[in-house]
């Protein structure tokens, strides 16, 4: 099993319309709404030198509002491909089998958030994301935190400022990475890109004994804009963001997938075979103004 981290299609390509059930269904109007919709999509393309069973996490998750208008095609060398969705911790996952060639996938969707009250963080939520994960090995990193987060204020303050450390700490660098690299590789490189950013303020968050956990969203507002990764922690029984990076604002991030870290949330895992990412393009915008963020104020991600 590998994690894989980042033109109008042919007339023989199918479009897949995916309505509230995950059943296909015709395309529906998007009807007027006082909320800003954000619209929110990728192309990616990879090149598959045999068969591959690949699982695709780039729909948008359930909880992240009603979706008024949604496609998905995936096709190999211009052809149509089978894709079944699962479940997969929240994540709206879909899974495919191919042969070899060029396999396309397209995928758009315009979202209205769904405002709403956070559910309180369960007990089993709360020990999952205490615990170190693959990227986010936080026992590694639990005597620097009380050392160097000694002195960061306690309670509802302490995420946000785990956050700004990190920001403060690290440099903002493409390709600075590697899709191995731990939060430990991040810390002492002192650089990465966002869900290198994500993995330290996870680590460290569940070092200080914070639970947390990584998010990937679309991003509206971000630049360069591509797949981005922000960290939820638990904060007075429910999950807030932070953004470590303070690239795009928090009130425009639309859910994707959530997990430990970026092994439970890449955009594409294949489980049997191999396949190489050719070509990778991003689009997240609003229908509006993008509000202001200054990343200092609680916000909650549907």
Not at 96 to 102: E, F, H, Q, T, W
Not at 215 to 241: C, I, K, N
């Amino acid at each position: 099993m590998a994690c894989i981290m980042p033109r109008p299609l042919t007339p023989r390509v199918r479009r897949a319309v995916v309505g509230e059930a995950g059943g296909w269904h015709s395309r529906r109007t998007v009807p007027p709404s006082p909320l800003p919709l954000a619209e929110v999509g990728c192309r990616l393309a990879f090149d598959v030198p045999d068969r591959v069973d690949l699982a695709l996490q780039v729909a948008v998750a359930s909880s992240a509002g009603d979706r008024h208008e949604e496609e998905l095609a995936v096709t190999l060398d211009g052809l149509a491909v089978d894709v079944i969705e699962v479940d997969v911790d929240g994540a709206r996952t879909h899974v495919l089998a191919c042969g070899a060639g060029r396999l396309t996938i397209a995928y758009r969707a315009v979202v209205e958030p769904r405002p709403a009250d956070p559910p309180e963080v369960t007990a089993a939520e709360r020990l999952v994301a205490l615990r170190q994960s693959r990227y986010a090995p936080s026992d590694a990193l639990t005597a620097f935190a009380d050392a160097e987060l000694r002195e960061l204020p306690d309670g509802a303050a302490r995420a946000r400022a785990i956050g700004d450390w990190v920001f403060e700490r690290l440099r903002y660098e493409l390709g600075s990475s590697g899709p191995l690299d731990t939060a430990v590789d991040t810390l002492l490189a002192s650089r990465g890109v966002c869900r290198d950013f994500a993995h330290l303020t996870v680590a460290l968050a569940r070092a200080v004994e914070l639970p947390a956990r990584l998010v990937s969203v679309y991003a509206p507002g971000l630049s360069p804009m591509d797949f981005h990764a922000v960290t939820e922690v638990v904060v007075d029984g429910r999950w807030q963001v932070i953004d470590a990076t303070k690239l795009a604002p928090r009130q425009s991030l639309v859910r994707i997938s959530t997990g430990r870290d970026a092994a439970d949330t890449a955009f594409a895992t294949t489980t049997t075979g191999s396949a190489e990412l050719l070509e990778a393009e991003v689009m997240a915008v609003v229908h509006g103004d993008l509000p202001a963020d200054e990343h200092q104020q609680v916000v909650f991600l549907p």
